[in-house]
Nanobody
Framework: QLQASGGGLVQPGGSLRLSCAAS????????IGWFRQAPGKEREGIAC???????????HYLDAVEGRFTISRDSAKNMLYLHMNSLKPQDTAVYYC????????????????????WGQGTLVTVSS
């Protein structure tokens, strides 16, 4: 199971750190990522990190967040994080973490992630 947390209300230009706790799986063995869904829009992948055990641990970002968001994992704690800086109102969305056991290299397409490995969302609202 995956459990996302850390969302909240933040002013434009502010920062937040989202966390994703994993239980029953070792995140190093999975391609894992952060996704978001804004009201009326499709879910989109924003950041992902490849498996460490079966691939190279490389990261990929959506152009709209590159340079502002950083994805990281803590193998010892079996946690995934998303550090978000310089937040914009258009970053407002429900954010989800997801993993997939069959991917080695991660992908930003949410459709390829196994339905069984999605956490519940956490709402991020960027507003003054």
């Amino acid at each position: 199971q995956l459990q996302a947390s850390g969302g909240g209300l933040v002013q434009p230009g502010g920062s937040l750190r989202l966390s994703c706790a994993a239980s029953g799986l070792t995140l190093d063995d999975y391609a894992i990522g952060w996704f978001r869904q804004a009201p009326g829009k499709e879910r989109e992948g924003i950041a992902c990190v490849s498996s460490v055990s079966s691939y190279d641990g490389s990261t990929h970002y959506l152009d709209a967040v590159e340079g502002r968001f950083t994805i990281s994992r803590d193998s010892a704690k079996n946690m995934l994080y998303l550090h978000m800086n310089s937040l914009k109102p258009q970053d407002t969305a429900v954010y989800y973490c997801a993993a997939d056991p069959s991917l080695g290299g991660c992908l930003l397409d949410p459709r390829v992630y196994n339905d069984d490995y999605w956490g519940q969302g956490t709402l991020v609202t960027v507003s003054s």
